[in-house]
């Protein structure tokens, strides 16, 4: 069994992983102990074989009373309208669009490990690299859900893509960034899912093979594609992924700047800007890491992997954190430069505004959490402890929720005429949408989790020879 | 016979013929139908196929009607006369007139199929327009909450049988000798007021009491002291070039307000040539409309205001020569105004005007000494022609008591209401349960008829023929333009037949008296018939009625020491109108419940104003924060042994140690949309010299610690720190103005002139090709008064949301005033305010039309920025891109048939006018559903109505034809819209004025809306 899982699913004996030929001494080994092809299959199958643990039940327990809790908010909001929101005529975006910019954040992690990492070569992608990109997807997919509630009549949103139709033909207006964001987002979706996909093809043939009964092992040759682990399947698979990673590079690139268009193409002082591109992609693979460490080290802990997910790996996200951190924080800086050194009154107004006016603590909390804290990690003490970094995962993912909060809600609320400023404070409805987005988000990571191979068990493989303790035995005494 | 075949019955089998011809027949049983209705002649023929198939078609599908589909409930409305020009699609006016004895407006009513749907102004009568109360009008006669019929101790009863009861009722009062009282709002109508006589004349202990609710009655009985005559004046602003007013609201709530804007604003024009304008000096406590609208404004408290008229009159008396009066302390305003008042009224002798809003006779006798001195009589003001407020404080007060002395047998109550507004309601509604025969005119079930024993409501003026003859020598029709829609009758009938009079039809009767008493006095036309048509096509007619000189003659001196003096120490409180609620008759409209106010921008509720050093110093509230918060502060205040708790508003520019309350809330009676909102402030009403003063005095107040959320429309109102700076409202001095007439404007012109001010995109070609619309607002002529935006409401069915929605910033007013203050929030003498009207920009470079993902809002070729609604999804991008903030959504379903009622506070579902209310919309407009924006279309209903009518014709349009309903109901003419590609129209002219400027026109947005900056009339350069 375990020989025939090997020869189907470990990577051909080619020289295509020949820059992990050598690993430097100096490095952190990418997985720690003992291990074989065997017990790395062991390692990552059994989640999905073993009956649940009870940490498990309770956790989808919670989830998805979360989720059918949060989804009376998503029907009243359907069933009377966007006025059961708090949004008002100064301030017609809020939490929806707080939410949704704060979820497609999140989900630029996943591209950027997957994609990135992948084309420069980074051998500890492969330890988090699948689970990040679930995350991306299942972040997309929440994101996803606020542009839909947050429109007036969902039921006419098919009018924002251009097909043919009866009406004239009457088209889209190219104009709009709203318009951009949905090729945006439906690309990145796309790309994100088929990279995904393919990568869990020759983890679903190991499933497939070690599976007992014939159910479980008809579903899993379907979800496999009926992959066999041939020359040519292995081939085509490392074309397509390299492939999908450049398509998706761009994307990383793309679809925050294009979200950050919304902001940037208005006349709204404060949303008129033009660091926004750079800022917001920053931004997002700042919080989409800090998604990512705050699932990791529980699932990590949850699942037995803490061999699979090093200290090495969290301490190599807290330092893509501490450098986009640092990058952000530098833009809030700028901005406030910008808006002094403009001589544009409605422009200072906006700033002074956001750092004093009567959404300061929005401001102070953004600064704290994503400027300050994350200073921290220059130790690397710090960046190796993992109660610390769990904590500042979380106050990222509060800071750079705040931080959307803060460019829409203190954008609009004073905005150019001062009859129409006005305040804004959420419903338990708005409440309620983000908590069914929350619910969404983990019932589908959990059942990821046991379902899908957390870890890329292949890929893992790959750096097996130069990490495991074993190999690097073996190579000693040769 | 073939052994194989099968036979069914025995005759088959034996071939019976009988047998086979019933083969041939489809069935074979006699169907089973009514012999008359299928069967042939000779009885033996059945229905064919095709008949049974058309009976069952028709049964069915009549079945399923009748039984499953709703049929909807026609509720046809007839013409009272059918007008044979009718068309489906085509609106009809008519022309009528609005008296409701607080306001008079000569109007034109547009129809649509038969309803009502707008009010517009009536050009021929010379005014520009009209107020908020009445283009709110048309909304009464939908109110599903009137009676609907005759009702005797509360329950439903025809109106022959009440007659009945009456006349037997009627006949035992005359027959005992006890009084019988009308007490009646204030009528302009001369046919009313001859059947008011001749019922005196028949029944010689017939009283008429005439009761306003905000009365009047110092005014009239000071004329009556000066002049003889118990009338009010009619003032001519146009001839004032210095206006002193004290505690007048003569633009806003006065009767003939929307008058006395138009005349006003002839004098507040300058020109670049001519750059001369009225000089306006108020003295007041609260922030009233006219005196935010004054050149110099400083706080008075009411209890000072005849001190302050004595110590103006003494300092002309000086001036004039005459004997001053004795012992009275001299008192002195901020800047000197009191001062520079008397120095400026002197200059302007027969040219000023000295104004007071006092309802104390002495007081109003001093003012009239001033004038007299100033010698304003005969030349801008015309002495007691007026016929507007006739009640009297005095009659009331003595009608109760002779109710309470047994002496009254029948009481009348016709359009008043003094179970609710009398300050001493108490003691009326005491009386009225002595009086034997009690009877209401009113159209509800409100206060006062809730008292009496028969209900006999009167017509809407919608729906009746009336007249009205407000000052001498003018008369106006009013006729009826929709057929009852209850089963009410005119009041005016109801007296004829109770009285047994010949006539009983009131449309004869008002004929018969036009015919005896106004046709006589005209010579133009000889026959009456046409004279009458022409009255009722006109809606409104001149005559030579005889004007009397009337001398003025009174002992200012002797009668000046009777005014009560006061050194204003204490806290004080004022009482006063809105502009929307006026006296609180019309509680019921949600338009005018919703309708913010001009100063305090607060909706469906009053409050207490106070001024913001009071606020802070003794009531502890954090001013710079308030602003934001709609939770506010609810005091307790107590004066006159009554005692109610309201919140907190914080009004610049009030006067320290005052508290202003609005009249009219508070209302139990009122329906389903005036119930309850707010407190009744008509208690605090203090008796002075026998009339009611708007004004208390030994005021106490306790903070109560409970917080009351304010439906504000806006909340912030201080241009301060940058703001000023920002180019949202322009203004300046006359001075400046003088020197630079394009001062306000030049520094954000050199800007967006200048070569540093770079687009990316070409400047867009609506101008020059075709129509452009565009519209001009001068700032300088706006005061305020938000007839506009009722008009707007009625015109484009724009959605009421009710008090909450408010609250939550969801109102849905296209067009919105915005009020903004300059000076020092602590010192409410230097206040300063300025309105700004604020609609859709129609941006030629619109940041709305770029962001929408669907293409939902565009430009059209004439630049309008136009909005397809069932193409919007409801992103509400546009509504953030708008620098105006003028796009509105509509966050729940506020006009759908089936919630509707529940923003309007109409009647509830289970009722069969659950519709009515939606009778007003404006078959032109869409209704907008839930999840769309909205916003200001430039009316461009009307612009298409203009265009086609001008293709009809086969001519050009011309500038003017078109009319935005904003525009066409503006008195102060403050609005101008046209086509900007036509280098003659009005809009083109004022484009190109000195003082014109778009608002944030450095956004680059190429607004199609021009401000002309607002000048005032100040001496310093500012």
Not at chain 1, 17 to 42: C, F, N
């Amino acid at each position: 069994m375990s020989s025939e899982a090997a020869s189907v699913t470990a990577p051909p004996k080619g020289e295509y992983h020949a820059h992990h030929a050598v690993e430097s001494p100096l490095r952190e080994p990418l997985i720690r102990g003992d291990k074989d092809y065997h017990q790395i299959t062991e390692d990552i199958c059994s989640p999905t074989e073993n009956k649940p643990g009870l940490l498990w039940f309770i956790a989808i327990g919670i989830s998805t009373t979360v989720l059918g809790v949060g989804s009376f908010a998503v029907l009243a909001t359907l069933f009377e309208g966007i006025g059961m929101w708090g949004v008002n005529k100064s301030i017609d975006w809020g939490w929806g669009i707080t939410n949704f910019v704060w979820w497609v954040g999140i989900g630029h992690a996943g591209t950027l490990i997957s994609a990135v990492l992948l084309l420069f070569r980074q051998g500890w992608r492969t330890g988090v690299n699948r689970a990040a990109e679930a995350m991306t997807i299942f972040a997309v997919l929440c994101a996803a859900q606020f542009p839909l509630l947050h429109a007036g009549r969902p039921w006419t949103i098919f009018f924002v893509f251009p097909y043919p139709n009866t009406r004239g033909p009457l088209w889209v207006n190219f104009n709009s960034p709203l318009l951009w964001d949905v090729f945006a987002i439906t690309t990145y979706l796309l790309v994100s899912l088929l990279f995904w996909y393919s990568g869990l093809l020759p983890d679903f043939a190991s499933i497939r093979d070690r599976a007992k009964s014939k159910l479980r092992k008809g579903i899993y040759n379907t979800l496999s594609f009926g992959w066999i682990g041939s020359a040519r399947h292995w081939h085509r698979f490392e074309i397509l992924s390299l492939i999908l990673a450049g398509l998706a590079t761009p994307l990383v690139l793309s679809v925050h700047t294009i979200v950050s268009f919304d902001f940037a193409t208005s006349v709204i002082p404060g949303w008129h800007t033009t660091i926004f591109p750079p800022y917001f992609v920053a931004g997002a693979i700042f919080s989409g890491f800090a998604m990512v460490q705050t699932l990791m080290i529980i699932t990590r802990k949850v699942l037995k992997l803490e061999d699979y997910i090093t200290l090495g790996h969290i301490d190599a996200m807290n330092r893509v954190i501490l450098l986009t951190g640092s990058i952000v924080g530098v833009a809030y800086i700028t901005e406030l430069f910008v808006a002094w050194y403009s001589g544009n009154i409605y422009e200072q107004y906006a700033f002074r505004n956001r750092a004093l006016g009567p959404y300061y603590w929005a401001y102070w909390t953004m600064m704290s959490c994503n400027v300050i804290s994350p200073q921290i990690f220059w130790f690397r003490g710090m960046r190796r402890n993992l109660y610390v970094t769990f904590i500042m995962s979380i106050f990222i993912n509060i800071g750079m929720w705040f931080e959307r909060f803060v460019i829409i809600v203190t954008s609009l609320h004073r905005d150019l005429l001062p009859s129409s400023w006005n305040m804004y404070s959420p419903t338990i409805s708005e409440l309620g949408i983000y908590m069914f987005t929350f619910g969404l988000f983990f019932t589908l990571f959990l059942l990821f989790a046991r379902a899908f191979p957390v870890i890329a068990i292949a890929e893992v493989k790959t750096v097996l020879k130069l990490s495991g303790e074993n190999f690097k035995r073996k190579k000693a005494t040769h | 016979m073939n052994q194989d075949k099968h036979w069914q019955s025995v005759g088959e089998a034996a071939g019976d013929p009988a047998v086979e011809q019933l083969k041939k027949n489809e069935f074979q049983e006699k169907l089973p139908f009514d012999a008359g209705v299928l069967t042939e002649e000779g009885g033996n023929v059945n229905a064919s196929r095709r008949d049974f198939l058309k009976m069952f078609g028709f049964s069915v599908s009549a079945a399923t009607l009748a039984a499953s589909c709703e049929i909807p409930v026609r509720k046809a409305i007839p013409y009272v006369i059918k007008p044979e020009e009718v068309t489906p699609g085509k609106a009809l006016h008519y022309a009528s007139t609005f008296s409701d004895g607080s306001d008079y407006c000569s109007v034109l009513v547009k129809t649509r199929e038969g309803r009502p749907i707008k009010i517009e102004v009536n050009d021929k009568s010379g005014a520009n327009g009209t107020n908020a109360r009445v283009q709110a009008s048309v909304l009464n006669l939908y109110d599903a909450e009137r009676l609907r019929g005759a009702k005797a101790m509360g329950e439903d009863i025809s109106w022959e049988e009440v007659d009945k009861k009456i006349g037997a009722d009627f006949k035992a009062v005359v027959e005992s000798g006890q009084e019988i009282v009308i007490l009646t709002a204030t009528i302009l109508s001369p046919s009313t007021r001859n059947i008011f006589a001749d019922f005196q004349a028949k029944y010689p202990t017939v009283k008429v009491v005439t009761y306003d609710a905000v009365s009047y009655s110092g005014m009239l009985e000071a004329n009556e002291a000066c002049f003889g005559v118990r009338n009010l004046s009619q003032y001519d602003f146009s001839k004032a070039k210095t206006i002193v007013g004290f505690a007048a609201d003569f633009l806003g709530t006065w009767p003939t307000g929307e008058e006395n804007t138009q005349a006003y604003m002839t004098m507040r024009r300058p020109t670049a040539k001519n750059p001369k304008m009225s000089r306006h000096i108020h003295f007041e406590a609260g922030m009233s409309l006219t005196g935010s609208n004054a050149d110099l404004r400083a706080t008075m408290k009411p209890s000072q205001e005849g001190m302050a008229i004595m110590n103006l009159y003494n300092n002309l008396a000086v001036l004039a020569g005459v004997e001053q009066i004795p012992n009275v302390p001299k008192i002195e305003f901020a800047g000197n105004s009191l001062g520079v008042a008397s120095k400026e009224l002197w200059e302007n002798k027969g040219e000023s005007l000295v104004l007071s809003g006092s309802n104390d006779t002495n007081i109003q006798i001093v003012v009239n000494g001033i004038n007299n001195l100033l010698g304003n009589y005969g030349n801008s003001i015309m002495v007691a022609e007026s016929a507007h407020r006739q009640g009297s404080d005095k009659a009331v007060n003595e009608l109760i008591d002779s109710i309470n002395s047994g002496n009254v047998g029948a009481l009348f109550i016709n359009n008043v209401n003094p179970s609710y507004s009398l300050p001493n309601a108490d003691k009326f509604n005491e009386a009225v349960k002595k009086v034997g025969l009690t009877v209401s005119f009113n159209e509800r079930m409100d206060e006062t008829t809730s008292m009496v024993k028969y209900a006999c409501p009167d017509h809407n003026y919608l729906e009746a023929w009336n007249d009205a003859s407000p000052v001498k020598g003018q008369y106006s029709i009013t006729q009826p333009t929709i057929q009852p829609i209850f089963k009410t009758r005119p009041m005016q009938e109801s007296l004829l037949k109770w009285s047994d009079a010949e006539v009983t039809n009131y449309y004869e009767y008002i004929q018969n008296y036009w015919q005896a008493n106004v046709f006589t006095k005209q010579s133009a036309e000889s026959n009456f018939q046409n004279f009458w048509d022409k009255a009722v096509h006109d809606g409104v007619m001149r005559v030579e009625d005889e004007i009397e000189s009337r001398e003025f003659s009174a002992n200012i001196v002797e009668i000046a020491s009777n005014v009560k003096l006061s050194n204003g120490d204490g806290l004080e409180l004022l009482l006063y109108e809105k502009m929307g609620m006026g006296d609180g008759r019309y509680s019921n409209n949600p338009f005018l419940q919703e309708l913010p106010d001009p100063i305090t921008r607060a909706t469906w509720d009053n409050y207490a104003c106070v001024s913001p050093k009071y606020a802070s110093e003794v009531l502890g509230i954090n001013i710079k924060t308030e602003a934001d918060i709609r939770e506010k502060d609810v005091i307790k205040i107590s004066a006159n042994g009554y005692s109610i708790e309201l919140p907190v508003l914080i009004q610049p520019g009030q006067a320290n140690n005052t508290i202003a309350i609005a009249l009219g809330y508070g209302r139990t009676h009122a329906g389903r949309a005036g119930n309850g909102v707010g407190q009744n402030a008509y208690p605090f009403l203090s008796m002075i010299n026998g009339t009611w003063q708007r004004y208390a005095t030994g005021v106490k107040v306790e903070k109560t610690g409970k917080k009351y959320k304010l439906a504000l429309i806006q909340t912030q109102y201080m241009l301060d720190g940058d703001l000023p700076d920002r180019t949202v409202l322009k203004d300046m001095s006359l001075a400046a103005y003088k020197k630079n007439p394009s001062g306000a404007v030049e520094k954000i012109k050199k800007y967006t002139e200048s070569d540093h001010f770079v687009a990316i995109y070409d400047k867009p070609d609506y101008r020059g090709n075709g129509h452009h619309w565009a519209m001009a607002v001068d700032l300088n002529a706006c005061t305020g008064c938000s007839a506009c935006v009722v008009a707007c409401n009625v015109e484009n069915n724009v959605p009421v949301v009710g008090k909450e929605e408010v609250a939550r910033a969801h109102e849905m007013h296209w067009i919105r005033i915005d009020r903004y203050y300059k000076g020092d929030v602590m010192d409410s003498d230097s206040i300063e305010s300025a309105y700004q009207p604020m609609m859709c920009q129609h941006c030629d470079n619109a940041p709305c039309e770029n962001v929408c993902p669907v293409a939902a809002t565009n430009h059209s070729s004439e630049g309008l920025n136009q909005m397809a609604y069932n193409r919007c999804i409801g992103t509400r991008y546009c509504a953030n891109n708008c620098p105006y903030k003028v796009r509105r959504f509509n966050w729940f379903d506020y006009m759908g048939a089936d919630s509707f009622y529940i923003y309007n506070n109409d009647t509830d579902k289970t009722d069969t006018y659950t519709e009515l209310g939606r009778m007003v919309l404006n078959p032109d407009v869409t209704v907008r559903s839930r999840g769309v924006i909205e916003k200001c279309s430039f009316c461009v209903q009307r612009i298409q109505e203009g265009k086609l009518n001008a293709k009809k014709e086969n001519r050009k349009l011309a500038d003017g034809d078109i009319k935005t309903a904003c525009m066409q109901v503006c008195s102060a003419n403050a609005i101008v819209f046209g086509d900007l590609n036509d280098p003659k129209s009005e809009v083109s002219k004022l484009y190109k004025n000195e003082r014109t400027y778009n608002v944030l026109e450095e956004m680059h947005t190429l607004p199609s809306v021009g401000y002309m900056a607002k000048v005032r009339n100040k001496k310093e350069n500012a």
